[in-house]
């Protein structure tokens, strides 16, 4: 799975590596035992690779709904990688208007639990969890339910990031 995280990064091999590997990855993602965690690691990094190129972002969010919304709420600190791939992930499919809608009803709570992590370990958690709601709060018919949800959150960060 790692071969395949460092091929997904190169746009020609996007389409075809997710194509041929979407079950697998989407599997191996799910992985929920602790001696599993380098793998899911790996699946969730795969994705989070094979996300950034646009030809992925519409089909990828149905298949890996699931296992994103389960990653990005992972709490152990042992989990922060897999947490940060899957709130990457959810970054790069939150730029595609059809998965917009779909994403912010799944995992908004998720979204604004991560944004508020407070160790500086959780930082790259936390900024992905802010670019996601910043690509949703783009394109969404949700735009007041978001900002209902997000304010203190968002007047928090603002401050933060200043």
């Not at 779909?102 to 995992?107: L, S, Y």
């Not at 908004?108 to 670019?131: F, H, K, P, T, V």
């Not at 690509?135 to 969404?140: A, D, P, R, V």
Request: charge should be neutral; aromatic fraction near 6%; include cysteine.
């Amino acid at each position: 799975l790692r071969s395949l995280a460092n091929l997904a990064v190169n746009e020609a091999n996007a389409r075809p590596i997710w194509t041929a590997t979407k079950v697998s990855l989407v599997n191996a993602s799910e992985l929920a035992w602790p001696g599993d965690r380098k793998c899911r690691k790996y699946a969730l990094g795969t994705l989070a690779n094979l996300s950034s190129h646009e030809a992925n972002t519409g089909p990828m969010w149905a298949a890996t709904q699931a296992a994103l919304v389960n990653a990005s709420q992972l709490v152990s600190a042992a989990d922060r990688t897999c947490r940060e791939h899957a709130l990457q992930t959810l970054a790069n499919l939150a730029v595609d208007e059809a998965n917009v809608g779909p994403i912010w009803i799944a995992t908004g709570a998720a979204l604004i639990n991560a944004s508020q992590l407070a160790s500086s370990d959780d930082r790259q958690c936390m900024e992905y969890a802010l670019q996601t709601l910043a690509n949703l709060s783009e394109k969404t018919a949700h735009q007041g339910s978001m900002w209902i949800a997000a304010q203190a959150v968002l007047v928090t960060a603002s401050h933060f990031f200043m």
